[in-house]
C-alpha cells in the first residue's frame, strides 16, 4: 500500500506550522491511552509535521501546557484539529477561548479549527463497522459485550455484508448530549443516515444529557416496545470514559430485568486507525482551501 501523503500539512510544517489536537478528556486512564494513541498514529503518518496533543479538561497536557510545548520546538502558527463528533459549546466556544488564550499568551498565530465529524462519510462508515462488529463478536465468540471484549482486534470481525445483518434488531443510538438543540439534531440526523444502510426492526436515541429522552429511558423502551429478541446498544462516542462504563451499568441491570433479550454494546469509534489518517486529510483539506482562499 502506497504512503499517504499530505502536501498541504507537509508545506505548513515547512513554515513552522504545527498541529494542535485536543480532546475533550477524562479522568479513565483507558480513555485518556486511546486519545493518546490516536495522536500517536497520527504523528507516524506525518512524521515531519510538528503535533501536540491536549485536553481541554480533567487530564493533562493541558492546552496551554501544549501549546507552550510547539512553541519551544520552534513553531509560530498552529491549526487546531478538535477530536469531537459534533459542533457544540466545546467546539464553538471551549476549544477556541482556551487556544486563543494559550497562542497569545506564547505568541503563537492559530490560523484555524478543523470541524468535527458532523455527519461524514469517514463517521458514517466506521459508526457502521461498530455495529457489525458487535453483532459479529456475539456470533463468534459468545462476548456479551462486544464494548468489554479484550480481543477486540481478532474475534470482532465485521461480517462482509451488510445484508447478512439480522433485521429484526432493537439498536439504541447513545450520543453524550448537549444543551446544544443543533446538535442533538445532527446526532439524530446521523442515526437517519445509518438507517440508508442498515434500518433494524427498532430504533431510537437515547442522550446522557440535555435531552427529554434519555439514555436508561430509551433502552427501557427498547426492551419493552420491541419485539426484538437481541438489543444493541450503540454508543456514538469517540473513547472509553465514565459515560461508556456508565452505559454498561445500565445495560447490566436491564439484562438481569429481561434476560430473555440478548444484550449487545458495540464499542465506541475511536479504537481503530483509520480516524489518524482521518483528521489528517481533515487538516490537510482545511489548509488547502484556506491557501485557495487567500490566492483567490
Known amino acids: 500500500m502506497e504512503p499517504v501523503v499530505y502536501p498541504e500539512l507537509e508545506g505548513f510544517a515547512s513554515n513552522r506550522g504545527g498541529i494542535l489536537v485536543v480532546g ?3 479522568r ?10 490516536l495522536v500517536d498514529q497520527m504523528q507516524q503518518q506525518v512524521p515531519n509535521v510538528a503535533i501536540q496533543s491536549a485536553f481541554l479538561e480533567l487530564a493533562s497536557p493541558t492546552i496551554e501546557q501544549a501549546v507552550e510545548q510547539l512553541q519551544a520546538q520552534g513553531i509560530t502558527q498552529i491549526l487546531v484539529v478538535p477530536i469531537l463528533l459534533f459542533s457544540a459549546a466545546h467546539a464553538q466556544e471551549d476549544i ?9 499568551r506564547f505568541n503563537v498565530e492559530v490560523i484555524g479549527q478543523v470541524e468535527p465529524l ?3 462519510p469517514h463517521a458514517i462508515d466506521l459508526s457502521l463497522l461498530r455495529y457489525q462488529q458487535a453483532i459479529a463478536c456475539s456470533n463468534s465468540s459468545g462476548c456479551l459485550f462486544a464494548g468489554h471484549c479484550t480481543q477486540a482486534q481478532t474475534c470482532c470481525r465485521p461480517i462482509a455484508d451488510l445484508a447478512e445483518i439480522d433485521f429484526n434488531v432493537a439498536r439504541v443510538m447513545v450520543g453524550r448530549g448537549t444543551s446544544d438543540a443543533s446538535a442533538r439534531q445532527r446526532m439524530r440526523d446521523f442515526v437517519e443516515i445509518l438507517g440508508r444502510f442498515h434500518r433494524p426492526s427498532w430504533s431510537a436515541v ?3 444529557a440535555g435531552d427529554k429522552n434519555g439514555v436508561e429511558d ?8 420491541s419485539s426484538s429478541k437481541t438489543i444493541v446498544i450503540h454508543p456514538h462516542l469517540l473513547f472509553e470514559g465514565h459515560l461508556t462504563n456508565e452505559l454498561r451499568r445500565i445495560v447490566t441491570e436491564m439484562q438481569s430485568k429481561f434476560p430473555s433479550k440478548r444484550w449487545l454494546i458495540a464499542m ?3 479504537i481503530d486507525q483509520s480516524l489518524a489518517e482521518v483528521w489528517l486529510e481533515m487538516a490537510d483539506e482545511y489548509l488547502a482551501s484556506t491557501t485557495n482562499n487567500h490566492s483567490a
Do not use: K, M
Not at 28 to 37: E, K, T
Not at 96 to 104: F, I, K, Q, S, T
Not at 218 to 225: D, G, R, S
Open 206 to 208: 437515547g442522550f446522557f
Open 96 to 104: 477556541p477561548d482556551a487556544v486563543r488564550d494559550a497562542c497569545d
Open 24 to 26: 475533550h478528556g477524562t
Open 268 to 270: 465506541p469509534l475511536g
Open 118 to 120: 458532523d455527519c461524514s
Open 218 to 225: 430509551t433502552i427501557l423502551c427498547a426492551a419493552t416496545e
Open 28 to 37: 479513565l486512564v483507558d480513555g485518556q491511552r486511546q486519545f493518546l494513541s
